[in-house]
């Protein structure tokens, strides 16, 4: 049992220009490896910056792509997605006013994935409607895994330190009053690392879209695959041929 973690495929329509038609066309192939290659995940989260641009032409072509393989999805959104697009062509329904918010239960834990999209900046942002959605999941209690695109906290980089989740503090001050949060996953970075954040364990995972057709040393296409232990969600790191 596992589930397959991808993030920042920046897709753009296809019909713009052979580049975003070649783009498109590796990460079909890189998503139908990856649901060839673990036949027994129960689904595929894909962690933000779906579009490059949001283009409603992008998200099409994702959804006809997610559904054509055999395992669900759940798409999130980050920095440079546009949610009344997403909506367009996703229909996500209205459970959380609106936002892309959902949670899915894996291997004795909760999963909860969070809109942290903020129209108009790089920086990721919670606000009170989508903190306080927050705060009634974690009410229901359980051990839980946090998804997000943006980072809640610097992780060394003078460029990116600044576009992380804005309101980090506040999310802090929520996850520390309930105290059932095991780890956070989450994007953005288009790299792949691990750290601990208020002693909570975090990892992140290399850009699918902005490494595909790389093939310099150390750089290229990965995916992760997440599978459950006593302590939390194993991340192993797959790079993709």
Known sequence: MSIILVTDLHLRDPEGSTDAADHTARIGAYLDQA????????????????????EVAAYGWLKRKLDTLPLPS????????DRDAF???????????????????????????????????????LCNARLDWLDRR?????????????????IGDPILDPLK???SDDLATLLQRHGNVRQVFFGHV?????????????????SLGAEAGTRLPGHGPVL??????????????????
Do not use: K, Y
């Open 190 to 206: 288009h790299r792949t690392m691990i750290l601990t954040w208020n002693g909570i364990p975090c990892a992140s995972l290399g």
């Open 87 to 125: 909506h367009r062509v996703f229909h996500p329904g209205d459970s959380s006013g609106g936002f892309i918010q959902s949670t899915q239960e894996f291997g004795g834990f909760r999963l909860v994935f969070l809109d942290t999209h903020e129209p108009g900046t790089d920086s990721g942002l």
């Open 224 to 241: 992760g695959l997440l599978t459950p232990d006593h302590e939390g969600l194993a991340l192993t790191v797959r790079p993709l041929p």
């Open 165 to 167: 989740l804005s309101n």
């Open 74 to 81: 759940i798409p999130m959104l980050g920095n440079h997605d």
């Open 35 to 54: 649901a060839e290659a673990f036949p027994d995940a129960v689904c595929c989260v894909l962690a933000g910056d779906l579009a490059d641009a949001g």
């Open 138 to 154: 974690l009410a229901e209690g359980g051990d839980v895994c946090l998804f997000m695109h943006h980072p809640p906290c610097d």
